[in-house]
C-alpha cells in the first residue's frame, strides 16, 4: 500500500490555474485507477476525476473541460491540471488510491479576488 501525498495547492484568483500533485511512496504502475476528490467547508467529499491504468480518464461534471488529470508512472505521480478556476472550486483537495481507498492528507486550494 503506497503512502500519497498531495501539493501545489494556495490561493489563486478566479480564472487563474494550479496544478496539483500527489505523490506515491512507491510505484503506482500497477495501480489501475486514482481519483481526485475535493471537500469544501461544510460539504460532503466529492468526486472530481478518475485516471485509469490505460489513460482513461472521468470528470465530474462541475470540472469537465475546465480540469485535466494526468499520470507519471515514471515519476509515480498523478497530476490536476487546473484552469479558469472559480470560487467555487475553493475546497481541500484529495487524491485516492481507488483499489486501496488509500487517501492523501489533502492540499488547500482557496479562489478568491
Known amino acids: 500500500q503506497v503512502q500519497l501525498v498531495e501539493s501545489g495547492g494556495g490561493l489563486v484568483q478566479p480564472g487563474g490555474s494550479l496544478r496539483l500533485s500527489c505523490a506515491a511512496s512507491g510505484s503506482i504502475s500497477g495501480i489501475s485507477s486514482m481519483d481526485w476528490y475535493r471537500q469544501a467547508p461544510g460539504k460532503q467529499r466529492e468526486f472530481v476525476a478518475r485516471?485509469?491504468?490505460?489513460?482513461?480518464?472521468v470528470y465530474a461534471d462541475s470540472v469537465k473541460g475546465r480540469f485535466t488529470i494526468s499520470r507519471d508512472n515514471a515519476k509515480n505521480t498523478m497530476y490536476l491540471q487546473m484552469n479558469s478556476l472559480k470560487p467555487e472550486d475553493t475546497a481541500v483537495y484529495y487524491c485516492?488510491?481507488?483499489?486501496?481507498?488509500?487517501w492523501g492528507q489533502g492540499t488547500q486550494v482557496t479562489v478568491s479576488s
Open positions: 485516471i485509469r491504468s490505460g489513460g482513461n480518464t
Open positions: 485516492r488510491d481507488v483499489g486501496t481507498n488509500s
